[in-house]
């Protein structure tokens, strides 16, 4: 593939095992960026022709690039066949497969997605304060994951089992103040 172009910013992936760099290229704008890898699919956001910013799905096996809309400018994450991100509002999720797209969460506030690793993904939902959240992919059951008597949560990983890692304010030392300390905070999911 050629180099980009003299001016512009390409995403690049650089494979360990061969020591070669692939441009990703752009979807027909002068600039893309690289966010995420999960097996042989880079995620990233990209300009388009008429210079909208859109995410997009690049394939390393098959030099396949596919635009994921609008929805999905923002913090893009993939983990095996779905990728996420999101709008500045919402997030979305979206099969690699099937082109199929689902909203995250209940769509009454802000949602923004901090990590996705196998069904699972977490972040923060801003509706009407801030709170973290687990959702499954596959089902979408979304679980708001509490404080520790405090207003406000925060989610930062989850692994493929559904543990979510992140940091819960404790109670407030007074009935003005909204939380008391953060805390780091691991939420592990009730068993099926």
Do not use: C
Request: glycine share 14%; proline share 5%.
């Amino acid at each position: 593939m050629p180099d980009a172009p003299t001016g512009t910013t390409h995403g690049y992936a650089y494979d360990l095992r061969t020591g070669t760099m692939t441009d990703l290229g752009t979807l027909g704008g002068s600039s893309s960026t690289a966010t995420d890898v999960s097996g042989s699919v880079v995620v990233g956001q990209s300009r388009t022709a008429g210079n909208a910013l859109s995410g997009y799905a690049y394939d390393l096996r098959t030099g396949a690039r596919t635009d994921l809309g609008w929805h999905l400018r923002t913090a893009e994450l993939v983990s095996g066949g779905t990728a996420v991100g999101g709008d500045g509002m919402l997030s979305t999720t979206v099969d690699l497969t099937t082109q199929a797209s689902a909203m995250v969460g209940p769509g009454s506030g802000v949602t923004q997605v901090s990590a996705i690793a196998g069904n699972h993904l977490v972040g923060d939902d801003f509706a009407p304060n801030s709170l973290a959240f687990a959702e499954r992919v596959d089902t979408g059951a979304f679980t708001s994951l509490q404080s520790l008597g405090g207003l406000n949560s925060h989610a930062a990983q989850v692994n493929r089992a559904g543990v979510v890692a992140g940091s819960a304010a404790l109670t407030p030392p007074d009935k003005v103040t909204a939380n008391g300390p953060f805390h780091a905070a691991i939420w592990v999911p009730v068993p099926e």
